[in-house]
């Protein structure tokens, strides 16, 4: 009997002890698994609740975790510390270690490797992830439907949206899909259809490669299908709990297919370009419940003289109980060198009620 009391009294130490402990700020406390913590949140699963918790990162007064976790540090704090992570147990900018907050200073988090301690404070940690993640864990989803107003006809038309993202250790992909589709009597049909899909692999130094891949049909730039195809370069120049800012560059390839027009009635010779590219995007998602993203990419090419494409893009999103969320946005499409009879530029606001995984 006392073996077994022993047994369960050791079984117990060991459950207790893999459990992650935070507390908050106003003094309440939660047990369980911290799955992750990403653009300011960090998620926890309890067992004694059918949903995860999330808790913004400032919130937080203590924290310990019984298990080793994937660290992401500022850029500010990695430049500090090369010699450490050379030495410790790290992937990258990133270091594989369990943590808890330190005796003294609240402000301060101490990360246990198994080459030794490193005490960092709370806001140079930018990202965590568990190593016992699930893959549904590591996955993201967002569906949206909304009402539109376009530049084309100016029609109104129903927009539906949907995003998908993976991300591991080393490596994230993600793919998205808008579609606007609007009929009208004794008018033309107004159809525009955004579809991406990329890959990109991260580097120390805040670098990573990208590849990528854009598909555009767009009635309003006489576009049957732009497909345009990435490879380059991106850089983290700010990432914090706060936002992120990244610039990307490198060489494109797009091939080009119109409607068939007056001047053209059978078939419009389809046009290649090779071009380069630059982009930019700023992300701020810890204003409440708000997240702002902008994004701008430029392709000048260099097999047409002179031709230059952009695209922009802005998105707010506000986040909703029961993970739902609303959202509103602009996409604008420029070429100075259109397609016959096509408009140099196009258009799309929209708005939307979503929900997200």
Do not use: C
């Amino acid at each position: 009997m006392k073996r077994i009391s022993l047994l369960l009294l050791i079984i117990t130490g060991i459950s207790v002890n893999a459990q992650d402990v935070i507390k908050l700020k106003n003094g309440n406390e939660l047990n369980g698994e911290i799955k992750s913590m990403d653009r300011g949140v960090l998620t926890i699963e309890t067992d004694y609740s059918d949903s995860d918790f999330k808790v913004e990162w400032d919130k937080l007064s203590y924290i310990k975790t019984g298990s080793k976790y994937i660290v992401s540090l500022s850029k500010e704090s990695i430049e500090g510390m090369k010699s450490f992570m050379a030495e410790s147990d790290s992937i990258g900018d990133r270091i594989n270690a369990t943590l808890e907050s330190h005796p003294t200073n609240p402000d301060m988090i101490i990360l246990h490797t198994y080459r030794g301690d490193k005490t960092v404070k709370y806001s140079q940690i930018v990202y965590l992830k568990s190593f016992n993640e699930s893959f549904l864990s590591r996955l993201n989803a967002t569906i949206d439907v909304g009402f539109n107003i376009a530049k084309a006809n100016n029609l109104s038309q129903l927009n539906i949206g949907s995003t998908l993202g993976y991300l591991a250790d080393k490596w994230g992909a993600d793919a998205g899909l808008n579609i606007v589709n609007s009929e009208q009597d004794s008018v033309a049909r107004v159809h525009r259809l955004d579809a991406n899909a990329g890959f990109n692999w991260y580097l120390p130094k805040n670098l990573y490669l990208a590849t990528s891949a854009t598909f555009l049909e767009n009635d309003e730039m006489q576009l049957d299908l732009r497909s345009t195809y990435k490879v380059g370069l991106g850089f983290f120049i700010l990432r914090t709990n706060h936002l992120y800012l990244k610039i990307e560059g490198g060489a494109a390839y797009t091939n080009e297919k119109y409607f068939a027009t007056d001047v053209d009635p059978v078939d419009p010779n389809p046009r290649t370009s090779g071009e380069g590219y630059i982009g930019s995007e700023l992300n701020l998602f810890d204003i409440g419940d708000l997240n702002l993203m902008t994004n701008i990419v430029v392709f000048p090419s260099f097999t047409e003289d002179g031709r230059i494409r952009t695209d922009f893009k802005f998105e707010a999103k506000y986040d909703l109980p029961y993970d739902l969320y609303i959202k509103a946005g602009t996409t604008v499409n420029y070429d100075n060198q259109p397609a016959v009879e096509g408009s140099e530029y196009d258009y799309v606001m929209n708005t939307g009620l979503g929900w997200e995984l």
